[in-house]
Antibody, heavy 122, light 111 residues
Framework: QITLKESGPTLVKPTQTLTLTCTFSGFSLTTSGVGVGWIRQSPGKALEWLAIIFWDDDKRYSPSLKSRLTITKDTSKNQVVLTMTNMDPVDTATYYC??????????????WGQGTLVTVSS | DIVMTQTPLSLSVTPGQPASISCKSSQSLLHSNGNTYLFWYLQKSGQPPQLLIYEVSNRFSGVPDRFSGSGSGTDFTLKISRVEAEDVGIYYCMQSTQLFTFGPGTKVDIK
């Protein structure tokens, strides 16, 4: 059974760096084809993909946010960490992490965490 | 960057009636490996999105067969053959042929 859970601060100040942790179970990020991505959703808005890290440590970032994002993994802890620098009120959103696997077919974001709401305000 | 658009943005459906959502991409989603990476998700109120359809037309595990996906190139469609009350929510298409891009979402409610 695959589960993911996001954790991190609920409130950050403008210009601060946000660090979010995705702790997962039911799969390994050392398994070929597996990835964990981050997606956010501003209140009442659409989903926005941020970043993804793969089993082989390959990483991809949203072009519009690439300069502010870093994604890393700790396979011993079953965790993926996303950092976002220079936070702004427009970054207020629910941040989700989600599982991805390629196993004869591509199952993108087939399992999601419940999300964590991050508010950016002074 | 690939831009995804969806029509309509809002849909009100009578239970038992069909529904259809269109998703268009600004570039072909046909990957060089011959696959097309177009996905459909449903986000119910207060919940994370759930995967409905992967690779254009394949239902994910547990998804009722009243949901079907079709299309190719830049034009894709999600159809619900007979809408049920539990199908209410926002439907998103997403491409991953070139990084990842979600559509703006289509809100479906019941008349």
């Amino acid at each position: 059974q695959i589960t993911l859970k996001e954790s991190g601060p609920t409130l950050v100040k403008p210009t601060q760096t946000l660090t979010l942790t995705c702790t997962f179970s039911g799969f390994s990020l050392t398994t070929s084809g597996v990835g964990v991505g981050w997606i956010r959703q501003s209140p009442g808005k659409a989903l926005e993909w941020l970043a993804i890290i793969f089993w082989d440590d390959d990483k991809r970032y949203s072009p519009s946010l690439k300069s502010r994002l870093t994604i890393t993994k700790d396979t011993s802890k079953n965790q993926v960490v996303l950092t976002m620098t220079n936070m702004d009120p427009v970054d207020t959103a629910t941040y989700y992490c989600a599982h991805r696997i390629y196993d004869r077919s591509l199952f993108n974001f087939d399992y999601w965490g419940q999300g964590t709401l991050v508010t950016v305000s002074s | 960057d690939i831009v995804m658009t969806q029509t309509p943005l809002s849909l009100s459906v009578t239970p038992g009636q069909p529904a259809s959502i269109s998703c268009k991409s600004s570039q072909s989603l046909l990957h060089s490996n011959g696959n097309t990476y177009l996905f459909w998700y449903l986000q119910k109120s207060g919940q994370p999105p759930q995967l409905l359809i992967y690779e254009v037309s394949n239902r994910f595990s547990g998804v009722p067969d009243r949901f079907s996906g079709s299309g190719s190139g830049t034009d894709f469609t999600l159809k619900i053959s007979r809408v049920e009350a539990e199908d209410v929510g926002i439907y998103y298409c997403m491409q991953s042929t070139q990084l990842f891009t979600f559509g703006p979402g289509t809100k479906v409610d019941i008349k």
